[in-house]
């Protein structure tokens, strides 16, 4: 591992990769299996199509695609640690992180799983983050991966028509507070008196210990839709506000808002109450849907690559999901490859 260096250290943003597995399920598709329908997915949520892995595939082969791809971006074979947000890993046990760095080449480096659902890439970054500035490693690889079609009830037409999988991966490494890709300050809260509005009721601890009834639909993704859309909101918004005050900007230093992709509809609101242009807010729900921990770095890596997102650009990632957990920071885009 790399020593401690002295004076101020912050964790910058080196590298930037992303995968979508190949198959795409598009609306119409759905539309032949629950009762729903293009127009109305596309009016309700803004998402056109999604990705879904197939038979051999998993979180952690999506995860070591993006990995891979970040590496390259950052031009490295390794680094001291592998993070990996997911609420989908391989198995319940060993967490999916050990593999992932194993197949990426990595045999002897701590390499663990984070779990805030669709907050977890942004709190896998404040623990890779604080892991540098603190001197235990040099430089990391953060991952966000998801596989929610795995999870999906397939009567449920609400929480079925927006999840999609796919991975998002960054590097950092350590540097000065005041270089582009230096991460700012985090803000992470989580409320749990809501927990029940996310949830996958059977298949830990509780249920097994005889505390929570189990029908075969209690292994489903389940999701308060509405509710959970205005906790969204007003958590993102609040977050966001804090982040920039943090950080010492102020809105309207914000360039580009990298905000988790669940609903359109969330992103125009998050915007409206910031009091920000709809065009200052990223998007790629169209193309992929909600991918969940792997959202905001599929995202950055898409608005890179169409050059929406361009060096210099002060930009604020934010993200919200089950926990109800809440995450964000943000950093002034340093120059970057996409591979
Ligand atoms: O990623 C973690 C955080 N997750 C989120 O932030 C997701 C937040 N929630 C949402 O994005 C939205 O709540 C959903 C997309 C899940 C649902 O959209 P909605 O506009 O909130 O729908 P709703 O649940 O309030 O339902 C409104 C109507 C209902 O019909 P009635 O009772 O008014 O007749 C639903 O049965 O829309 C119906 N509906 C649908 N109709 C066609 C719900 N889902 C569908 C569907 N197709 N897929």
């Known amino acids: 591992m790399t020593p401690a260096r002295h004076g101020r250290t912050a964790a910058v943003l080196s590298g930037i990769g992303a995968w979508l597995p190949p198959r795409v399920v598009t609306n119409d598709e759905l539309a032949t299996r629950l009762d729903?329908?293009?127009?109305?997915?596309?009016?309700?949520?803004?998402?056109?199509?999604r990705h879904f892995i197939e038979a051999g595939m998993s979180t952690g082969s999506l995860a070591v695609e993006a990995g891979a791809r970040a590496l390259k971006s950052a031009n490295l074979d390794s680094v001291d640690v592998v993070v990996l947000a997911t609420t989908t890993p391989d198995q319940p046990c060993p967490a999916t992180a050990p593999l992932v760095a194993a197949r990426l080449g990595m045999t002897a480096v701590p390499a663990f799983d984070v779990g805030a659902v669709c907050a977890g890439f942004v709190y896998a970054l404040s623990v890779a983050a604080g892991l540098i500035v603190s001197g235990t490693v040099g430089n990391a690889?953060?991952?966000?991966?998801?596989?929610?079609?795995?999870?999906?009830?397939?009567?449920?037409?609400?929480?079925?028509?927006?999840?999609?999988?796919?991975?998002?991966?960054?590097?950092?490494?350590?540097?000065?507070?005041?270089?582009?890709?230096?991460?700012?300050?985090?803000d992470l809260g989580t409320d749990g008196e809501h927990a029940e509005l996310i949830e996958i009721p059977a298949g830990g601890s509780a249920q097994r210990a005889g505390g929570v009834p189990t029908r075969a639909d209690d292994h489903y993704f389940t999701m308060q839709g509405r509710a959970v859309f205005k906790h969204a909101v007003l958590r993102m918004t609040a977050s966001v506000q804090r982040a920039v005050r943090?950080?010492?900007?102020?809105?309207?230093?914000?360039?580009?808002?990298?905000?988790h992709q669940a609903n359109s509809r969330i992103l125009h609101?998050?915007?409206?109450?910031?009091?920000?242009?709809?065009?200052?807010?990223?998007?790629?729900?169209d193309r992929v849907g909600n991918t969940a921990a792997a959202s905001v770095p599929l995202l950055l890596n898409d608005a890179v690559a169409d050059g929406?997102?361009?060096?210099?650009?002060?930009?604020?990632?934010?993200?919200?999901?089950?926990?109800?957990?809440?995450?964000?920071?943000?950093?002034?885009?340093p120059e970057l490859d996409v591979v």
């Open 308 to 333: 929406t997102l361009r060096p210099g650009q002060r930009v604020v990632l934010t993200s919200f999901g089950g926990g109800l957990a809440w995450g964000s920071t943000t950093l002034r885009w």
């Open 269 to 285: 609101a998050l915007a409206d109450q910031l009091g920000m242009a709809h065009e200052t807010f990223l998007s790629n729900i």
């Open 36 to 49: 729903t329908s293009d127009a109305w997915i596309r009016s309700r949520t803004g998402i056109g199509q």
């Open 141 to 186: 690889l953060v991952i966000g991966a998801d596989a929610f079609s795995t999870l999906l009830d397939p009567t449920d037409r609400g929480s079925g028509v927006i999840f999609g999988d796919g991975a998002g991966a960054v590097v950092l490494r350590s540097g000065e507070p005041d270089e582009p890709g230096a991460l700012g300050p985090f």
């Open 246 to 259: 943090r950080a010492r900007w102020t809105m309207a230093d914000v360039d580009r808002v990298a905000a």
